[in-house]
Structures are given as C-alpha cells and as structure tokens.
C-alpha cells in the first residue's frame, strides 16, 4: 500500500541555519504531496502541499518540491527561527484518506 | 470560522469508565476523521465518515471503541470501558475535498 518515510528525528539547529528534512513516498497513483506541522500542545495545522509533479508548494519560508522521479518532498527552509520549533509530517492523499509519515521533531537553539 | 471544535480538551478518568469524545466539524466539510496520537505509535487513522457515513473503521483499535456522526455538525468518539493503554491525544479532523483535512486542538485523555 501506499506509505510515507520521513527522517527520524530529533533535529537540533542553530537559528538562521538552513533546513532540510527530508521525506520520500510510494504510491500507486499520483497523490497530493502535504506538510503538516504540529507546535506544542496543538492539533496538525497544513504547511503546504503540492498536487502534481514538479508542483513547489511554499508558506511561511517552507518550500517543498513534488519530484515524481525521486518520489521525494524534502521540506527545505533557508533560516529557521526558534519559532519553527515543532513536529513536522510529511504526508500524501490516498483516495479519501490522508497518510502521514512518523513526523519530524525539530529543535531551534536561539 | 471557528474551526473544528474538539471537546473536552483534557480528560481524566479512572479505568472502566466510559468515555465520549466530541467533535463539531467545519461547516460544510463533508468528511470527518478521528485520529489518536502516542508517543509510541504515533498519528493513527481510527475511523472517517463521509457525508455522516462510516467508511472506513478499520483502525479502531477493538470493540469498545465506537464511533459515531448523526448529523453534519457533530461527531462522537465513545470508548466503553476505557483502559490505561487508551491513554493518548485524539484528534478530530474536517475536510471539504476529501484531500485538505483541518485537524481540531486534540482531547487529551488520562485513563488511571
């Protein structure tokens, strides 16, 4: 069936470092490609997500590329502040259904 | 919108108790998933209902979980009796297109 990997965490960064987390996909199909985001003490909240391939979804300085031939959707930020500090899962659509990935922790030192 | 509304947002009780989980979706979602949250087995899909129909209940976990959603607004997540091991987040999450879900603030729940 249809399922998500993503890196294993914790990951622990300074501020103002660049991001990379990555997360790759099978699936039988062409699913929709998603970010979620999960702060402390909160429900998911959808990042971004990306639909087709070669499709970039971009929020709040996240940006993720859908590479069909990768079968990749690595989440990439160019600065993180302490604020970026939280569980990050990738996840794709499966007909009506969502299935994410184990999630990301990440940490920000200030 | 106010979002999806979960309540209560903290739950104790003591094993063998029962206990109903609510959840009021976004208005004109038609679909509405229940989800538990541990630390050791992560996110899990427990049960989602389209247009207030089960679909697909595969994950919930045993018998003495039920489900339930009697009309667009309102859902209902009951576990009869409860055990420690029910111990977790569960989330309540809405979607319109069946591919975006909005998840609610969560229920944490404590069984003792």
């Known amino acids: 069936g249809d399922s998500v990997t993503q890196m294993e965490g914790p990951v622990t960064l300074s501020e103002e470092a660049f991001l990379t987390i990555n997360c790759t996909y099978t699936a039988t199909g062409y699913p929709s490609l998603f970010w979620y985001v999960q702060y402390p003490g909160e429900g998911l909240q959808l990042l971004l997500k990306?639909?087709?391939?070669?499709d970039k979804g971009s929020n709040k300085g996240f940006e993720a590329t859908y590479r069909k031939e990768t079968t990749s959707f690595h989440l990439e930020k160019g600065s993180v502040q302490v604020s970026d500090s939280a569980v990050y899962f990738c996840a794709l659509s499966d007909d009506d259904k969502i299935i994410f990935g184990k999630g990301t922790r990440l940490h920000i030192l200030p | 919108d106010a979002g999806v509304i979960q309540s209560p947002r903290h739950e104790v009780t003591e094993m063998g108790q029962e206990v109903t989980l609510r959840c009021k979706p976004i208005?004109?979602?038609?679909?509405l998933f229940w989800y538990r949250q541990t630390m050791m087995r992560g996110l899990e899909l427990l049960i989602y209902f389209n247009n207030n129909v089960p679909i697909d209940d595969s994950g919930m976990p045993e018998d003495r979980f039920s489900a339930k959603m009697p009309n667009a607004s309102f859902s209902t997540l009951k576990i009869q009796p409860s055990e420690p091991r029910d111990s977790a987040v569960y989330f309540c999450a809405s979607s319109s297109n069946r591919v975006t879900q909005y998840f609610g603030p969560g229920t944490r729940l404590l069984v003792l």
């Open positions: 990306a639909t087709k391939a070669d």
């Open positions: 208005s004109g979602h038609n679909s």
